[in-house]
């Protein structure tokens, strides 16, 4: 999957469409998923042009990726998450459901979340 401008992400970081925003800083901005799956439920995506978490890796400067999960963890805490716990889930191309093509990860918690897979493939 090749990173696309146009996608809705790059188009939330240049502010050409609102979110509500709960964290933003130089690495990462934060907010809430439109269609939650959780009552908290965050997207965290980083503000370079990075198609999954294995692009982000390869690519990415060390002071990216280390303000990018030193910005997850704070929110995780902004959240009120840390103390019950939370998940982050990261979708990594066609076999995962990647909708988007912008490297994000999502935040849930709030409540028990549950099993991670509901269904099992043989």
Do not use: C
């Not at 709960?22 to 998923?33: I, P, Q, R, S, T």
């Not at 994000?104 to 509901?118: E, K, R, Y």
């Amino acid at each position: 999957m090749a990173y696309d401008p146009g996608n809705i992400f790059a188009r939330i970081l240049r502010k050409e469409i609102p979110a509500r925003t709960v964290y933003e800083d130089d690495f990462a901005l934060a907010f809430h998923d439109i269609a939650p799956q959780a009552p908290i439920h965050v997207l965290v995506i980083p503000k370079g042009p990075y198609v999954s978490i294995a692009d982000f890796g390869a690519t990415a400067s060390p002071e990216e990726i280390t303000g990018f999960w030193r910005a997850v963890s704070k929110i995780a805490e902004e959240q009120g998450l840390t103390h019950e716990g939370f998940r982050l889930i990261s979708n990594s191309g066609p076999n995962s459901g990647q909708e988007v093509p912008h490297f994000h990860v999502h935040l849930f918690g709030g409540a028990a979340l549950g099993p991670l897979l509901t269904q099992k493939t043989s």
